[in-house]
């Protein structure tokens, strides 16, 4: 298991230094920062000023070096726009959108996962048919969209749930549904597959004629092979709620770390964006992570292979 884990590890550090160099890449991507940072009617002395100033004039490896020791220790410089410490204004804003994305989750995994497992029990019955369609709706229906209905229907016509603001329970039950929702259909879809996959294999035939319960060949049995791969796309979703919470952020007015993605790419404001990028990316990283070792503490044959 050690060494799985290892593997794992160095797979990881390979990944986050990869994904460093691309966030440090956004810098010139868009263009000359310098030209950006000047405005439209800068004359060409104050452009090489703030060149200077910032340090673009230096070599592009000198830069990414200087850029990612100071971002190991916490340090991504300071925001064009907001004029404060880039760390500081994420560290503001990151407690919303991590509270926000694990409700997502939770919501979808506890909705999705027992309705893939009813349908893989009875399939083509009315629930397999009431999953198929919730799948379906859930990658039809635009996020933006779903929450305004929600909105108009919970706030505007019922009263019973605040349109914006993060100061409640109440604020993160409509961002809850909508971002969890997007998340549903694919969790659904793998759960049955994997136990309609799992319920015809031998073993659980082999359970089932030694007299084992119902209840313990499927949740003792059945679910814990077939969870497996949920498990991985869990951890997926996870990262992408993380990074993917802009539009439900912005609906909802959440100023979490998505709005703030927002406000830093439409006011031009680089060094946050590549702070957000590097930070939501280490998420995304940290949780399949995770998962890998959560899965061949499951599957032993993960280990082996």
Request: hydrophobic share 55%; aromatic share 12%.
């Amino acid at each position: 298991m050690m060494r799985y884990i290892l593997k794992r590890v160095g797979l990881a550090i390979l990944v986050a230094f990869t994904v460093s160099l691309i966030s440090f890449s956004l810098l010139y991507l868009s263009g000359d920062p310098a030209v950006a940072l000047a405005g439209e009617g800068a004359n060409a002395n104050d452009i090489e000023s703030l060149r200077v100033l910032y340090g673009f004039d230096r070599p592009m490896l000198v830069q990414y070096g200087d850029w990612l020791w100071h971002a190991l220790q916490g340090d991504f410089g300071q925001s064009y726009y907001f004029k404060l410490p880039v760390a500081s204004l994420i560290a503001d804003r990151l407690s919303i959108t991590m509270t926000l994305g694990a409700c997502g989750i939770s919501f979808a995994l506890l909705t999705a996962v027992p309705l893939g497992v009813a349908a893989a029990i009875r399939p083509n019955s009315i629930v397999d048919r009431v999953a198929l369609f919730l799948s379906v709706a859930g990658q039809a229906l635009p996020s933006f969209w779903f929450g305004l209905i929600l909105i108009v229907l919970f706030t505007i016509k019922l009263g019973w749930l605040p349109a914006s603001g993060s100061t409640g329970w109440q604020n993160y039950v409509m961002p809850t549904v909508v971002l969890g929702y997007y998340a549903m259909p694919a969790i659904m879809r793998l759960t049955r597959a994997g136990m309609l996959d799992v319920l015809n294999s031998d073993y659980i035939r082999t359970a089932r004629a030694k007299g084992a319960g119902e209840w313990r060949v499927m949740f003792k049995h059945a679910l814990r092979n077939a969870i497996i791969p949920v498990v991985s796309l869990a951890a997926v979703q996870m990262g992408f709620m993380l990074g993917g919470s802009i539009v439900v952020e912005s609906v909802f007015a959440l100023h979490g770390a998505g709005y703030l993605a927002w406000e830093s790419i439409a006011r031009n404001d680089l060094p946050t964006v590549q702070a957000l990028i590097l930070v939501f990316s280490m998420f995304y990283i940290v949780f399949t992570f995770l998962a890998d070792v959560l899965n061949a503490w499951l599957d032993p044959r993960m280990r082996s292979s």
